[in-house]
Structure formats: structure tokens, C-alpha cells
């Protein structure tokens, strides 16, 4: 995972330097909307992808909606590093919750360790 935060520390930095003065407001805000466009591209790929469009038909593979997820996945990644450097160690403690909500680790019975 270290590889994968690095990575996503590498498109971070590459933004920041290369951000149109235009967009020099709120970067973050312009990042977390960034997500919104990328789950379209989702959307859109899954519409491809069942062939849901009389219009273009199967316009998409699911290998199509499979890298569309991924983008939606470094895009939040890249948006959570921007608002919070300690993005890596905030996103394992979100998911060590949301795992223990829905996963409780079962309660030992007497006599087992």
C-alpha cells in the first residue's frame, strides 16, 4: 500500500505544479468535485457496458467500467492527500471502522482464547 499512497503523492505534486492560475482557488474543492465527473464516466461505461443505450448500444466493456472504478478510487485518494496529509493513516482508520461495524470480531466464549 505504501507504493500505491506514493503514487498517489506523485499525481498530487504533479497537479499542484501544473493547476491552471484560473483553478488556483480552493484546490480542494476542485478536487472533491473532481469525483463527481469521474463517477459519471462510471455511470456512463455501465450504461456501455449493459448495452442500456438503444442509441449506441454496447458501447463499453466491463474492463471499461472496471478502470472507470479505478479512476473514481485515485481521484478520492488524490482528494483526501490534498485536504489531509495524513490521508493514508485517516482512509485505514475509516476502513478499519466501516469493517468492524458491519464485521465485529466475535466475542470469545468462556474457555477459548
Given at each position: 500500500?505504501?507504493?500505491?499512497?506514493?503514487?498517489?503523492?506523485?499525481?498530487r505534486?504533479?497537479?499542484?505544479?501544473e493547476?491552471?492560475?484560473a483553478?488556483?482557488g480552493?484546490?480542494?474543492?476542485?478536487?472533491?468535485?473532481?469525483?463527481?465527473?469521474?463517477?459519471?464516466?462510471?455511470?456512463?461505461?455501465?450504461h456501455?457496458?449493459?448495452?442500456?443505450?438503444?442509441?449506441?448500444?454496447?458501447?463499453?466493456?466491463?474492463q471499461?467500467?472496471?478502470?472507470?472504478?479505478c479512476d473514481?478510487?485515485?481521484?478520492?485518494?488524490?482528494?483526501?492527500?490534498?485536504?489531509?496529509p495524513?490521508?493514508?493513516?485517516?482512509?485505514?482508520?475509516?476502513?478499519e471502522?466501516?469493517?468492524?461495524?458491519?464485521?465485529?470480531?466475535?466475542?470469545?466464549?468462556?474457555?477459548?482464547?
Amino acid at each position: 500500500m505504501d507504493e500505491t499512497w506514493s503514487r498517489v503523492g506523485r499525481l498530487r505534486e504533479w497537479l499542484d505544479e501544473e493547476a491552471a492560475p484560473a483553478a488556483a482557488g480552493d484546490v480542494r474543492l476542485l478536487r472533491v468535485l473532481k469525483i463527481s465527473e469521474e463517477v459519471g464516466e462510471v455511470a456512463e461505461a455501465l450504461h456501455g457496458a449493459l448495452g442500456a443505450n438503444p442509441r449506441k448500444g454496447a458501447s463499453h466493456t466491463w474492463q471499461d467500467v472496471e478502470k472507470e472504478l479505478c479512476d473514481v478510487i485515485v481521484t478520492a485518494m488524490v482528494a483526501l492527500s490534498t485536504i489531509n496529509p495524513d490521508a493514508e493513516m485517516i482512509l485505514d482508520s475509516r476502513l478499519e471502522y466501516l469493517v468492524n461495524r458491519v464485521c465485529p470480531d466475535p466475542v470469545p466464549t468462556a474457555g477459548q482464547p
